[in-house]
């Protein structure tokens, strides 16, 4: 059974960094697209970061590009957010994502089978 937890999450205050880690098991990740993906109360999700199966070319969002950094350790089956300057726009439920699929790089979420079940990231001003 594949499994996708996140950890990292919690309060912190504006300014301020958190890292995410996501870890996956049941199956390895290294040649598949990771996503994080966010969720803010009454928002549509987003594609925060996504590292895909290069790791040459990862993909920001325009409000996270600077501040946020995805990484993986294929070894560890781990995929990382590290988030730095958060400001309270940040909060929200932030998702782990992988494709199902190798060797693809995609922006579209009904192409990412496996999810975790979030953590949340909470930025007070």
């Known amino acids: 059974q594949v499994q996708l937890v996140e950890s990292g999450g919690g309060l912190v205050q504006a300014g301020g960094s958190l890292r995410l880690s996501c870890a996956a098991s049941?199956?390895?990740?290294?040649?598949?697209?990771m996503a994080w993906v966010r969720q803010a109360p009454g928002k549509e999700r987003e594609f925060v970061a996504i590292t895909d199966w290069s790791v040459d070319t990862p993909h920001y969002a325009d409000s996270v590009k600077g501040r946020f950094t995805i990484s993986r350790v294929n070894a560890k089956n781990t995929v990382y957010l590290h988030m730095n300057s958060l400001q309270p726009e940040d909060t929200a439920v932030y998702y782990c994502?992988?494709?199902?699929?190798?060797?693809?790089?995609?922006?579209?979420?009904?192409?990412?089978?496996?999810w975790g079940q979030g953590t949340h990231v909470t930025v007070s001003s």
């Open positions: 049941g199956r390895t990740f290294s040649r598949n697209a």
């Open positions: 994502a992988a494709d199902a699929n190798v060797y693809t790089s995609t922006r579209s979420f009904a192409d990412y089978e496996y």
